[in-house]
């Protein structure tokens, strides 16, 4: 069981690293169309984790920070039932993998969305969020921060 947990998040880290190749300001790669993107897809036994998202969950276009270094950062959140993240918003693209429990998202427009357990997406950018444990079960979180130097991964509200 946990070295199938430990290949599930490797395969995300691994996404989050290859979504990420595009980073830095590269005209090149800042040029780079939908249609000339190259097609990845991760899979751990027969589950999918995600295959060329190039929106958020609010249907933004996903686009790289334009100045400074690559950098790739993650985290494991727990949220035990009723706990709450907080208002924040990233300004950065964020994967975000539900390893167990239903992540719920409150966003500031008024809408909300829930992320059961293997579900993983790319977290709106520019827009206030604040993430809901309002399950009786234990919420964790695998998030892939895709920034650059100099760029904070979160903002609190």
Known sequence: MRNSKIASIASV???????LSGCGGSEEGAAQTESETATTEIVVGSQQLL???RITVLDQKV??????????SSAI???????????????????????????????EAGV????????????????NYNGINKS??????????MGAQGKRNSVMR
């Open 77 to 107: 959140t727990t949220l035990e039932p009723g706990q709450e993240t907080g208002w924040q918003l990233h300004r950065i693209p964020v994967l975000v993998y539900v390893m167990s429990g239903t992540y719920t998202v409150e966003y």
């Open 63 to 72: 686009e790289y920070p334009k100045k400074g270094a690559a950098q790739i």
């Open 13 to 19: 880290v691994l996404v989050g690293i290859i979504l």
């Open 51 to 53: 295959t060329d998202q």
């Open 136 to 145: 009786e079960d234990t919420v964790q979180l695998l998030t892939v921060y």
């Open 112 to 127: 909300t969305k829930e992320f059961p357990a293997g579900s993983s997406f790319i977290q709106a950018v520019k827009t």
